[in-house]
């Protein structure tokens, strides 16, 4: 009986979630927008959903979080998945609570046994990607990284805040998996940190949602709008619509010098430092008019672009990109990189380098990269890292050019996506043993020699000396 109430109460829930989805669909103005889900296990902590169709604001995504952060509980774990749709889910979720073969057991059994849920079908990309600072000023903690395996190892104290992020892969565009098997590996990496919180008794809000849509909705005019997730910023600026209004657009990049024609060029959605645990969000003082580019110079071979930002960790903070140009004669052309990056705080140390590995591009381009961090793949800390450790710095969705500037626009990019996937090299592997064994039986079957000795069975017997 008790499993049957069960079943009924998650059918009801999941049916109400995707009732709200349909109903709260997204308006006509096209809009970078994905969806969220959050639960608790304190009760009461949101009211039922109103009807209307807007797109949740950052502003209004604070509000209606706020609850939650202020009287839920002190563990917050944020999961944050490359690409999601609310098609995704009518598309691949149990849409009655008992399709065998959906796609989010996990996440549907969260919901369903949750105290308090909130489902919220559109929500601004924006706000999405300023959700970690958010959540961090509200808690006053830093963001973890964890994952199923990680999260045993830790002993979360339930009177202390703490923000889990768990991050997620794509759910399209894989050669190797569907989306739907993309998202059911997704679904079982969210089991794996769910069920650590359940044995632990850890009380806990979730909040499910991603950086990037996976369906993006037409152009009014009828174009396809360009993935988020590919698109530069020469293919037409990204509205928002808001609280019964459509929002500017981006704003425009960071350029140096200020007068005259552009040299260097800079934007990102988001530019966040981090300094011995505090966590500042510089997107808005960047792209704002809020930074000084004092010291920033430009050279043919060499430019270097300095961000000089007024108290921020109690002094002043200088970041420093550096890039670099030089002529590859095998290739034929000449390739600009990302060289080194520099962080410094005026009377708080010596300066930090991270040297710049891989992500070049040919100088008639920029360099764009949905996630650059430092330390990080791309940035590398010395070694030992020293005052580095004390540092981290990530852009989203960051886009450079230093060359061949023209207009002052970009004139496009090169992704930063390396060619040597790890599928790549295990193709590589794979096929090179099995050309060595093809080659290592070819080889023994050329060096066999037939008997010279034999005996012949209509002649004469073949006589052999005892001796031999």
């Known amino acids: 009986m008790a499993a049957a109430l069960e079943a009924a109460l998650r059918a009801r829930v999941w049916l109400w979630a ?52 202020e009287r839920g509980p002190r563990t917050v774990l944020l999961v944050l ?60 903690a830093a963001p973890l990284r964890v994952d199923g395996a990680a999260l045993r190892l830790l002993r979360l104290n339930t009177s202390l805040p703490a923000l889990l992020l768990l991050r997620l892969p794509h759910t399209a565009g894989s050669s190797f998996m569907a989306p739907k098997e993309v998202l059911t590996s997704n679904d079982e990496m969210l089991g794996q940190v769910l069920s650590v919180l359940k044995e632990e008794d850890v009380p806990y809000t979730a909040l499910f949602t991603a950086l990037q849509p996976s369906h993006v909705p037409p152009v009014a005019g009828g174009a396809p709008l360009q993935p988020h997730g590919r698109a530069l910023l020469g293919a037409g600026p990204e509205e928002e619509q808001g609280a019964g209004r459509v929002l500017a657009p981006p704003p425009a990049p960071l350029r ?18 981090t300094y011995r645990g505090q966590l500042q969000d510089l997107s808005s003082r960047t792209f704002g008019g809020g930074v000084e580019l004092g ?32 002529w590859f004669p095998v290739s034929g052309r000449s390739w600009a990189w990302l060289a080194e ?15 710049g590995r891989g992500g070049a591009a ?11 961090g430092a330390p990080g793949p791309f940035l590398l800390p010395p ?55 093809l080659c ?28 031999e």
């Open 295 to 326: 010291g920033s110079s430009w050279e043919p071979e060499h430019a270097r672009l300095v961000l000089k930002y007024d108290d921020v960790f109690g002094g002043t903070l200088n970041i420093t990109f550096v890039l670099r140009r030089s």
């Open 256 to 273: 140096w010098p200020e007068g005259g024609p552009a040299r260097i060029l800079l934007w990102a959605r988001n530019l966040s430092v």
């Open 81 to 140: 998945q490359d690409k999601l749709s609310i098609e995704d889910f009518t598309a691949y979720g149990g849409v009655y609570g008992n399709k065998p073969d959906s796609a989010f057991p996990n996440l549907e059994g969260a919901l369903g046994a949750a105290g308090s849920a909130l489902v919220l079908p559109a929500v601004a990309g924006g706000a999405v990607g300023a959700l970690p600072h958010t959540l961090s000023q509200a808690l006053g």
């Open 341 to 355: 990056v520099w962080l410094s705080l005026v009377g708080g140390g010596p300066p930090v380098r991270f040297m």
């Open 18 to 69: 995707w009732a709200v989805g349909l109903s709260l669909g997204p308006g006509p103005v096209r809009t970078a927008q994905v969806p969220l889900l959050a639960w608790s296990t304190h009760r009461a902590l949101w009211p039922p959903p109103g009807a209307g169709g807007r797109v949740v604001t950052e502003a209004a995504l604070r509000e209606l979080l706020s609850p939650a952060l």
């Open 362 to 372: 040919p100088t008639p381009l920029g360099w764009r990269c949905g996630e650059l």
């Open 383 to 437: 070694d030992p890292p020293g005052p580095a450790s004390d540092w981290s710095l990530r852009l989203l969705d960051v886009q450079v050019q230093a060359f061949n500037v023209s207009g002052g626009v970009f004139g496009g990019a090169s992704d930063c996506a390396a060619f040597f996937t790890p599928g790549t090299w295990m193709g590589l592997v794979t096929g090179a043993l099995l050309l060595g064994g």
């Open 440 to 467: 290592y039986g070819g080889a023994l079957l050329l060096h066999l020699r037939p008997m010279d000795r034999f005996d012949d069975p209509r002649g004469p017997p073949l006589p052999v000396p005892s001796m």
